[in-house]
């Protein structure tokens, strides 16, 4: 079946550990982006990628950074440098930019 | 102000009730996108619509450009329709905007 998936569910951060969030999707789709999700508040765009190696800046990239190697595979990595890393990251993807989207089962981050 | 509100945040149903849940936006959209998001966290589209009116089983969603305005509409509840909705809008400058969600429970 095609999807989008997303590991670990779960993941710990350290102080001052940088930790990476899996995405991978076998739909074919062009376009992959990552979300952030935070209690009350509306998805917030991190970073956004139309075509392999080629990838943009969503709203809150600060502290965070992506490659787009492999059109399947888009990796998240939380720096130390975002203070506030704890919460619910989604992973999207759409045939093209901004197009009907497709989710993956996302990624809780907590700080130990 | 956020770019998209949704009403109610929080909604109670009885098994069988029709519910609606309301969304307006500020933005020019290219397209309006309804969500649902269920407690494991994953999202699955529902809708996506630039005019008029969409039916999937029980599910009906309408949009009023003019007004800038849509509704999702669930006849006939179920407690398995127990989850958040979420009203998005895709721009012409190519940019998603989210509404906050709302989060249905239905009780048999």
């Known amino acids: 079946d095609g999807g989008i998936t997303q590991s670990p569910k779960y993941l710990f951060r350290k102080e001052g550990q940088n930790v990476t969030l899996s995405c991978e999707q076998n739909l074919n789709h062009d376009a992959m982006y990552w979300y952030r999700q935070d209690p009350g508040q509306g998805l917030r765009l991190i970073y956004y990628?139309?075509?392999?190696?080629?990838?943009q800046k969503g709203d809150i990239a600060e502290g965070y950074s992506v490659s787009r190697e492999k059109k399947e595979s888009f990796p998240l990595t939380v720096t130390s440098a975002q203070k506030n890393p704890t919460a619910f990251y989604l992973c999207?993807?759409?045939?093209?930019?901004?197009?009907?989207?497709?989710f993956g089962s996302g990624t809780q981050l907590s700080v130990l | 102000k956020n770019e998209v509100e949704q009403s109610p945040q929080n909604l109670t149903a009885q098994e069988g009730e029709f519910i609606t849940i309301n969304c307006s936006y500020s933005v020019g959209i290219s397209a309006l996108h309804w969500l649902q998001q269920h407690p494991g966290g994953g999202i699955v589209s529902l809708f996506m619509?630039?005019?008029g009116k969409k039916k999937h089983g029980r599910l009906i969603a309408t949009i009023n450009i003019q007004e800038k305005h849509s509704s999702l509409h669930i006849t006939a509840s179920h407690p398995r329709d127990s989850a958040v909705y979420i009203c998005?809008?895709?721009?012409?400058?190519?940019?998603?905007?989210f509404g906050t969600g709302t989060s249905l429970t239905v009780i048999p």
């Open positions: 619509l630039s005019s």
């Open positions: 998005a809008v895709s721009n012409t400058g190519n940019q998603f905007y």
């Open positions: 999207a993807s759409s045939l093209s930019l901004f197009e009907k989207l497709f």
């Open positions: 990628s139309q075509i392999v190696n080629d990838f």
